[in-house]
């Protein structure tokens, strides 16, 4: 803590990661995406709001801003010079940089995460996962490290490479900044984020739903999978779920880009990540497109769901 009226010392991203001994091609790495990152709150700022005229491989519509996050990340990446394979939610197949593995990463990114949320001015974000080597279709277990970047009324990154969860804020001159080191997840808390329509839960999630709503939990969904995450982070209780649906078994979010990155930082910061019936850093992903139901945040309300989840479906 600084002394009343002292600026405290800012410890900023790059020299965290020095400090923690990180190996050096992943702070390049990390540095890079967070440089990426300036240019993307920028774009979202201040950019073009309206369609891009294009879908992704789900379908979705894509924004201009969609779009145009994905190439500033990709150029970011690709001209790092330590990156083999990428893959984005927004491009249909893995895109090869270096058929040099050995000492490089392969990244899995989601570069504006709740696109739909731009146009009504909520809070959007960028979820990254990083592999050692150049396979990207392996379990989330083997990640080294994980990030997101959270574009809300400040822009701050949560980032693990394996110890811990820290949050580092932007400052004026656009350098990221420690701000919360040891993230921590409690076991239980009575916060809820529920994704999908309610009239498609199926049994057992109408049933762990209406056991949180007795219990007297407060809901607090916004709808952008990255604030959402954030919240149970930063208030270190609550869960979040986007579960299997009628009609959509395995629920909408994406395991390479959305579920193993935050799957990781939750596990990091003690918490859980379930697809209702496994864990989701277990999950083999036969292809980049690959989806999973999730339950995530606090332990015991991940136990809880896969208890209603064996018991009612
Ligand atoms: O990209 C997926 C996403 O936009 C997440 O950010 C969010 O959690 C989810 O979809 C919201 O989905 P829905 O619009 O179905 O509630
Ligand atoms: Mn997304």
Do not use: W
């Not at 790495?29 to 201040?46: F, G, H, M, P, Q």
């Not at 997101?148 to 693990?160: A, D, E, F, K, N």
């Amino acid at each position: 803590m600084a002394e009343p009226g002292k600026t405290p010392f800012q410890v900023d991203l790059r020299r965290y990661l020095r400090e923690q001994d990180e190996d050096r091609n992943l702070t390049r790495l990390i540095c890079e995406i967070a440089e990426a990152s300036k240019y993307i709150v920028n774009s979202i700022r201040t950019g073009d709001l309206g369609v891009a005229g294009t879908s992704n491989l789900y379908g979705e519509q894509q924004l201009a801003l969609d779009v145009l996050s994905d190439r500033i990340l990709r150029k970011r990446l690709a001209h790092s010079g330590v990156v083999a394979n990428i893959a984005s939610e927004e491009s249909p197949e893995i895109l090869p940089i270096s058929p040099d593995c050995e000492g490089k990463f392969s990244v899995a990114y989601d570069p504006l995460d709740g696109s739909s949320l731009v146009d009504v001015n909520l809070a959007v974000g960028t979820i990254v996962s990083i592999y050692e080597g150049c396979d990207l279709l392996q379990p989330g277990r083997n990640q080294v490290a994980a990030l997101y970047i959270l574009y809300g009324p400040r822009t701050t990154m949560v980032l693990s490479t394996g110890n811990g969860v820290h949050e580092f804020a932007m400052n004026k001159l656009m350098e990221y900044t420690l701000t919360r080191e040891n993230i921590t997840v409690e076991s239980s808390g009575s916060i809820y984020s529920p994704g999908g329509q309610r009239n498609k839960y199926t049994s057992g999630v109408e049933k762990f739903v209406g056991q949180l709503e007795e219990n007297g939990s407060k809901l607090r969904y916004s709808g952008g999978f990255v604030p959402d995450i954030n919240q149970i982070l930063m208030k270190g209780k609550g869960i979040f779920f986007y579960p299997h649906l009628q009609g959509a078994p395995d629920g909408k979010l994406r395991v390479l880009f959305e579920l193993n990155p935050m799957a990781y930082l939750i596990e990091q910061a003690g918490g859980a990540a379930s697809t209702g019936r496994e864990r989701i850093l277990d999950l083999t992903p036969e292809g980049i497109e690959a989806r999973a139901p999730v339950f995530i945040g606090s332990k015991e309300l991940v136990a809880k769901a896969e208890e209603y989840v064996a018991a009612h479906g």
